[in-house]
Nanobody, 123 residues
């Protein structure tokens, strides 16, 4: 499985960005998808996840109500819409997928990773 994330950039506080993740490979139709981020000096954290069925996404408390994860019907693109951005959202964002049956919020189960895309929120 290959993943490619893009769409990061510099945005002001309160602004919006949409990250995209292109997913390809033999099992791309049966995966759970997640967006992670890693801020400088901090551990990588899962911020949003969606099961392959597309229902009941999961969000970290820090982004709930501001971020939305979605996927197209072909299941080859996953988006992360980020609104009301804050300086603490500054991080490198990664998309990842997993194919096991563990809950979608099980961060350690994500096996396939894309390269990161940097999001910088300026105050």
């Amino acid at each position: 499985v290959q993943l490619q994330a893009f769409g990061g950039g510099l945005v002001q506080v309160g602004g919006s960005l949409r990250l995209s993740c292109a997913v390809s490979g033999p099992t791309f139709t049966a995966y759970d998808a997640g967006w992670f981020r890693q801020a400088p000096g901090k551990e990588r954290e899962l911020v949003a996840a969606m099961p392959w069925r597309g229902d009941r996404p999961w969000y970290a408390n820090s982004v709930k109500g501001r971020f939305t994860i979605s996927r197209n019907s072909a299941k080859d693109t996953v988006w992360l819409q980020m609104n009301s951005l804050k300086p603490e959202d500054t991080a490198v964002y990664y998309c990842a997928t997993k194919t096991d049956r563990a809950p979608i919020y099980s961060a350690s189960n994500y096996r396939y990773w894309g390269q990161g895309t940097l999001v910088t929120v300026s105050s």
